[in-house]
Antibody, heavy 123, light 107 residues
Framework: QVQLAESGGGVVQPGRSLRLSCAAS????????MHWVRQAPGKGLDWVAI????????NYADSVKGRFIISRDNSKNTLYLQMNSLRVEDTAVYYC????????????????WGQGTLVTVSS | DIQMTQSPSSLSASVGDRVTITCRAS??????LAWFQQKPGKAPESLIY???SLESGVPSKFSGSGSGTDFTLTINSLRPEDFATYYCQQYNSYPLTFGGGTKVEIK
């Protein structure tokens, strides 16, 4: 059974940094790409970033490009999101999600999601 | 970027009804479209991929259709547990984009 558990959320001031983690279990982590998707309070889903199974390729939403970095440690079955220069508009629940591609192929479609961690950017 | 427009943004329906939600892409995406269900305070769950393929374990009351720019999600025989918000997502090209959501409420 796929399990994804996000952590690292909290309250942070604008301009500061925060790192989120996502611990994965129940599947072969290094066979799958991974996503971060966020949801501002009362709003819809907003894709943030994707990383390939081996960590060698990434892609970002324009709104976070140059500020956020997605990375992974396959030896620890863990996904990360380093968030720098945070803005009030980054306030959201951040979900990690597994890419549905099999055999190290990226489909760009999330198929399993964690429960999310809340990031609040406020002075 | 590809814009995904869902309609309606909300609808009211009764238990037993059939409802249809539409999703329109700003440019052709082939069949690279997924549908998700999200209940309040919970993570999204995948329902349909490749526009019309049902995820494992999802009941056949859910169905999807369409290709190119116009897609639909149909839910037959609404049950109380189906009242939720539904999102479409295109995965034809980056950046990946979601529709704004359709909230299905009890009439």
């Amino acid at each position: 059974q796929v399990q994804l558990a996000e952590s690292g959320g909290g309250v942070v001031q604008p301009g500061r940094s925060l790192r989120l983690s996502c611990a994965a279990s129940g599947f072969t982590f290094d066979n799958h790409g991974m996503h971060w998707v966020r949801q501002a309070p009362g709003k819809g889903l907003d894709w943030v970033a994707i990383i390939w199974h081996d960590g060698r390729n990434e892609n970002y939403a324009d709104s976070v490009k140059g500020r956020f970095i997605i990375s992974r440690d396959n030896s620890k079955n863990t996904l990360y999101l380093q968030m720098n220069s945070l803005r009030v508009e980054d306030t959201a629940v951040y979900y990690c999600a597994r890419d549905s591609g099999r055999g190290r192929v990226i489909s760009a479609r999330p198929d399993s999601w964690g429960q999310g961690t809340l990031v609040t950017v406020s002075s | 970027d590809i814009q995904m427009t869902q309609s309606p943004s909300s609808l009211s329906a009764s238990v037993g009804d059939r409802v249809t939600i539409t999703c329109r892409a700003s440019q052709g995406i082939g069949n690279s479209l997924a549908w998700f269900q999200q209940k309040p305070g919970k993570a999204p769950e995948s329902l349909i991929y490749d526009a019309s393929s049902l995820e494992s374990g999802v009941p056949s009351k859910f169905s999807g259709s369409g290709s190119g720019t116009d897609f639909t999600l149909t839910i037959n025989s609404l049950r109380p547990e189906d009242f939720a918000t539904y999102y479409c997502q295109q995965y034809n090209s980056y950046p990946l984009t979601f529709g704004g959501g359709t909230k299905v409420e009890i009439k």
